[in-house]
C-alpha cells in the first residue's frame, strides 16, 4: 500500500492534516452512518435490496471519481483497479449487500448487534497482520459489544434464516476487506473510496440481476429522498471517511463506529419515526460511549 501518499498530500493545508481530518472523519462515521439505518429502511420502501445497493454505489462512485480526476487525481493503476474490486466486493457487495438484505425481514436491532460484531472480527484479522489490539482496545471492544447487547436485549427478534446468514457473513466480508486493504497497493484514500463504490457496484448488480430483482412501481418521492441522502451522506461523506480512516488508524479505532452508530440511530429514530426509547435504550447508549471512549484511549496510548 502507498503508504507515504495520503499522509504527503493531506499535509499541502495547515487544514487537512490528519490531527484535523480524524477527528471529521470519526464524526462522519458516528453521526452520519448511525442516520443511513433509518433512510436505508426508508429506501427499502420503493427499491429492491441489492438493486438499492447497487444504484446507489454507482452513482456515489461516479460522481466522486469524475471529481478526482476534474482536480487532477490519478486513476487507479490495474493492480490497484482489481484491489479495489476484491475490497468493493467484501466491505460492498457482501458487506452492505448482505445487510440491505437482512433488514427486509429482520429487526433493526439484531442488525445493529451483527455490524457491532465486525470491530471483533477486524480485530482478529488484524491479529493475522501483526497488528492486536492493545489492551484497552480490548476493553473498549468487549465493553461497545456488551452496550451492544444491552441496547437491543429488549427488541423484537424477528427474522428469517436467509436475513440471519446475510447478517453472519456481511460483518465477517466487511472486516475481512477493511483488514486485507490496508496491506494492499491501493489508490490515495479518496480515489480509493470512488473506486472501491464503483467496483463494489458490479457484483450487487450481478446478484440483483441473477435474482430476479424487479421494480413493481417508480420509487416514491420518500425512497428517492432517502436514495439521495444515502448517496451524498451514506457514502459519498461516510464511506469516503472511513476509507480515510483505514489508511490512517488503527483498525479498532476505524471499527468504533459499530458502538456509536446504534446510540444515534435510535435518536433518528425516535425524531422521525416516532420510536419508543427503553430504560434499556439509555444504558446500552451509555456503556457503548464508554467503549468508544475506551478504544479511542488505547489507540492514544498505542
Known amino acids: 500500500m502507498n503508504d507515504a501518499t495520503p499522509a504527503d498530500s493531506a499535509t499541502s493545508s495547515p487544514l487537512l492534516t490528519p490531527r484535523v481530518l480524524i477527528p471529521l472523519a470519526l464524526f462522519g462515521v458516528y453521526v452520519i452512518w448511525g442516520s443511513t439505518y433509518y433512510g436505508l429502511r426508508v429506501a427499502l420502501g420503493g427499491f429492491p435490496p441489492f438493486a438499492l445497493a447497487a444504484i446507489r454505489f454507482v452513482i456515489a462512485g461516479g460522481l466522486l471519481y469524475a471529481l478526482l480526476c476534474w482536480r487532477g487525481a490519478a486513476p487507479p493503476t490495474r493492480r ?3 484491489n479495489c474490486l476484491v475490497t468493493g466486493t467484501l ?3 457482501a458487506g452492505n449487500g448482505g445487510v440491505c438484505y437482512a433488514e427486509q425481514t429482520v429487526a433493526s436491532g439484531i442488525a445493529a448487534v451483527a455490524v457491532a460484531s465486525a470491530a471483533l472480527f477486524m480485530a482478529i484479522f488484524a491479529g493475522l497482520y501483526g497488528q492486536w489490539p ?3 482496545e480490548w476493553i473498549g471492544l468487549v465493553i461497545g459489544f456488551v452496550g451492544i447487547v444491552v441496547l437491543n436485549l429488549g427488541g423484537e427478534l424477528r427474522g428469517s434464516p436467509a436475513g440471519a446468514i446475510a447478517l453472519v457473513i456481511s460483518p465477517v466480508a466487511w472486516a475481512f476487506g477493511s483488514v486485507w486493504s490496508k496491506h494492499q497497493d491501493m489508490p ?3 480515489m480509493s473510496a470512488a473506486a472501491q463504490m464503483l467496483a463494489g457496484s458490479v457484483p450487487l448488480a ?3 440481476l441473477a435474482g ?3 421494480f413493481s412501481t417508480m420509487p416514491d418521492a420518500t425512497a428517492l429522498a432517502a436514495m439521495a441522502y444515502l448517496i451524498v451522506f451514506g457514502s459519498l461523506l461516510g ?12 483498525p479498532a479505532l476505524a471499527s468504533s463506529y459499530s458502538y456509536a452508530n446504534p446510540p444515534v440511530a435510535v435518536l ?3 425524531l422521525l419515526g416516532g420510536e419508543v426509547v427503553s430504560r434499556l435504550d439509555i444504558i446500552g447508549t451509555v456503556v457503548i460511549v464508554a467503549g468508544v471512549a475506551a478504544i479511542t484511549l488505547g489507540k492514544q496510548k498505542g
Open 80 to 82: 490497484q483497479w482489481f
Open 91 to 93: 466491505l460492498l457487495g
Open 134 to 136: 492493545s489492551r484497552m
Open 188 to 190: 490515495e484514500p479518496m
Open 206 to 208: 450481478i446478484v440483483s
Open 212 to 214: 430476479g430483482e424487479r
Open 239 to 250: 464511506f469516503s471517511a472511513y476509507i480515510y480512516l483505514l489508511h490512517h488508524t488503527r
Open 268 to 270: 433518528v429514530g425516535v
